[in-house]
């Protein structure tokens, strides 16, 4: 059974950093291509980015508003999956979800981890 | 870059009747392999999104055939052929044939029960 499990969330200040970490079980972690989604308090979902394997590259891609402030990465050894998130703003407040990456599709999903950026 | 619509924004629907979702893309979903990369997920109160159906009319393992998935090219329908407690939630449209711009979300279809 496919798991994913975040965490590092919590609450930082604007211009502050976070890395979050996102373990993986049940599928071979070093073929998969990842992403990061995440949904604003009371708001839809929005992709940050995504990694590829590294046997395809593991070359990673990024949304507009995060891109240059965000660096995703991973450690198949682990099977972890991490999105490190400097230069953070009041509009980054949302839950964090690592999802899988299937048929060019967020096909599985972790429970999320709440980050919040305030003074 | 692509833009997702869906309507409505809000479906009541009473218990036992069908439901329809309307999903939107700016620009033609089919991949340069053929494919269409349109796909729908269902977030209940407070869970983590769930995909439902894949390549616009594939559903995911454990998916009741209660959901289907229609459409091509830039129109696509989510319907759920009788509506259930359980089916409350928001529902998502997502694209994902136009890269570097990655996942476009729709802005959500809330479905609760009348």
């Known amino acids: 059974e496919v798991h994913l499990v975040e965490s590092g969330g919590g609450l930082v200040k604007p211009g502050g950093s976070l890395r979050l970490s996102c373990v993986v079980s049940?599928?071979?972690?070093?073929?998969?291509?990842m992403s990061w989604v995440r949904q604003a308090p009371g708001k839809g979902l929005e992709w940050v980015g995504r990694?590829?394997?590294?046997?395809?590259?593991?070359?990673?891609d990024y949304a507009a508003p995060v891109k240059g402030r965000f660096t995703i990465s991973r450690d198949d050894s682990k099977n972890t999956l991490f999105l490190q998130m400097n230069s953070l703003e009041t509009e980054d407040t949302a839950v964090y979800y690592c999802t899988t990456f299937g048929d060019l599709s967020p096909d599985y999903w972790g429970q999320g981890t709440l980050v919040t950026v305030s003074s | 870059d692509v833009v997702m619509t869906q309507s409505p924004l809000s479906l009541p629907v009473t218990l036992g009747q069908p439901a329809s979702i309307s999903c939107r893309s700016s620009?033609?979903?089919?991949?340069?392999?053929?494919?269409?990369?349109l796909s729908w997920f269902q977030q209940r109160p407070g869970q983590s999104p769930r995909r439902l159906i894949y390549r616009v009319s594939n559903r995911d393992s454990g998916v009741p055939d209660t959901f289907s998935g229609s459409g091509s090219g830039t129109d696509f329908t989510l319907k759920i052929s009788r509506v259930e407690a359980e089916h409350v939630g928001v529902y998502y449209c997502v694209q994902g044939t136009h890269w570097p711009q990655g996942f476009t979300f729709g802005p959500g279809t809330k479905v609760d029960i009348k």
């Open positions: 620009q033609s979903l089919v991949y340069s392999d053929g494919n269409t990369y």
């Open positions: 990694i590829k394997s590294k046997i395809d590259g593991g070359t990673t």
């Open positions: 049940g599928f071979t972690f070093s073929n998969a291509w």
